[in-house]
């Protein structure tokens, strides 16, 4: 014979299922959570090095009667990881944590616009918009080299289109964004929307100095 206390103890499958739910839905939730905290951390920590490629290009310059680093294809002396290489810290990896399995070196390139046809960096003085001409993006992942190809993208041309962008960067590496580096020597993560219409402005726009 069931006793009172045995009787209020009893669950009901309804009940039991109902707190199965909750806890799922609570469990669901905590890991959401946890995702969103990880890519926080990792796009902070993206956004930390591009500051710290900022600043090792500003003391280049300096150094360097306002030039801006070279970058081609035609040495290793030409790469612009090796000419800020003494301004950087020891621990620059050049490599976004949240794209791991990235198959370039580093997944960090520089714009080949801001430089001339032999690959010699253009000088800081003749910029237009300083603050707003990306110098350094984020690799697509299917790309290898250590700086963009929009020069010879645009074939001449004064812009190029967002398909094309796209193509060579990884515009959202970041969720719906990615982060930049801009010429000022300022980071920051824009959209893809907003890099869009940054691209579809008059000249200059996000790549042209």
Known sequence: MKTRFTEQLAFTLVELLTVVTIVAVLTSLGL???R????KTRATRCLNDLRQVGTALQLYVGDNGGRFPNTS??????SWTNTLAPF??????GRCCAVPNHRAKLTYAWND?????????IMAATFQKPSTTMVVGELATNQVGEHFHFTSTRGGASRISPNQFKAEV????????ANYLFADGHSEKLLWNDVQIRLNQTSPNLLMP
């Not at 969103?36 to 890519?39: D, I, L, N």
């Not at 950087?88 to 990896?93: D, H, V, Y």
């Not at 616009?113 to 690959?119: P, Q």
């Open 32 to 34: 959401a959570a946890t």
């Open 88 to 93: 950087l810290k020891t621990n620059f990896l």
């Open 36 to 39: 969103g905290a990880t890519e």
């Open 73 to 78: 294809h035609q040495g290793v002396s030409q």
């Open 170 to 177: 990884n515009v959202q590496c970041h969720n719906a964004g």
């Open 113 to 121: 616009a801001l430089t001339d046809a032999t690959g010699l960096g």
